[in-house]
């Protein structure tokens, strides 16, 4: 059974930053790309960013490029969500997400296993 479990979430105030983690379990880690997704109330889930199985490859939303950067600890088991310059508009649920087959990916369709989240707020 896989599980994805999130931490690292909370209040920040604009222009801060916050480190999301997502730990995996029940699943080959390095055999993946890991993604992140974000849902703000009343909007549909959206990308982040995804990392691809060997770490080598990045894609990001054009909302968080240069601010955000997502990668990996094999030893660990772990994807993370470094977010700096954090602004109003990237408050949401933040979901990670284990895509379900090798290659990139940057929709949520392509991803087939899903974290129960954890709230970012940013206040302004």
């Known amino acids: 059974q896989v599980q994805l479990v999130e931490s690292g979430g909370g209040l920040v105030q604009a222009g801060g930053s916050l480190r999301l983690s997502c730990v995996v379990s029940?699943?080959?880690?390095?055999?993946?790309?890991m993604g992140w997704f974000r849902r703000a109330p009343g909007n549909e889930r959206e990308f982040v960013a995804s990392?691809?199985?060997?770490?080598?490859?990045?894609s990001y939303a054009y909302s968080v490029k240069g601010r955000f950067t997502i990668s990996r600890d094999y030893a660990k088991n772990t994807v993370y969500l470094q977010m700096n310059s954090l602004k109003p508009e990237d408050t949401a649920v933040y979901y990670c997400?284990?895509?379900?087959?090798?290659?990139?990916?940057?929709?949520?369709?392509?991803?087939?296993?899903w974290g129960q989240g954890t709230q970012v707020t940013v206040s302004s």
């Open positions: 990392i691809s199985m060997t770490g080598g490859m990045t």
């Open positions: 029940g699943r080959t880690f390095s055999s993946y790309t």
């Open positions: 997400a284990v895509s379900r087959g090798p290659g990139m990916a940057d929709s949520a369709a392509r991803f087939g296993y």
